[in-house]
């Protein structure tokens, strides 16, 4: 069973940044479309921005276009979610998640949850006014 764990969250304030990471168990995440998405109280989970298994497809939702960027060192196994000018409504629980799924660079494939096998647990971010 691969495990996917998220770190890096945390509060900060409107304009500052932060990096989420996400690592999988047994080096697997080198195999997986990565994609994060984030839940705010109250509201439906979200597609945030996916990366294919080679770098070369990257997404991104309009919300966070221009502010965030998603990379990943396969070397070491670890996805990175770079937030800049972070705002408010940025606030979230934001959850990596891994798929096996290879070929399709579509915004509807990345963004559609139920294609995605593995979850991590969440990591708070918490963008204050």
């Known amino acids: 069973q691969v495990q996917v764990v998220e770190s890096g969250g945390g509060l900060v304030q409107a304009g500052g940044s932060l990096r989420l990471s996400c690592t999988s168990s047994g080096g697997t995440i080198r195999f997986l479309r990565m994609s994060w998405f984030r839940q705010a109280p109250g509201k439906e989970r979200e597609f945030v921005s996916g990366?294919?298994?080679?770098?070369?497809?990257?997404m991104y939702s309009d919300s966070v276009k221009g502010r965030f960027t998603i990379a990943r060192d396969n070397t070491k196994t670890t996805v990175f979610l770079d937030m800049n000018s972070l705002k408010p409504e940025d606030t979230a629980v934001y959850y990596c998640a891994g798929d096996t799924g290879v070929g399709v660079g579509t915004y509807e494939y990345y963004s559609t949850e139920h294609r995605y096998e593995y979850w991590g647990q969440g990591t708070q971010v918490t963008v204050s006014s």
């Open positions: 990366i294919s298994q080679s770098g070369k497809t990257i």
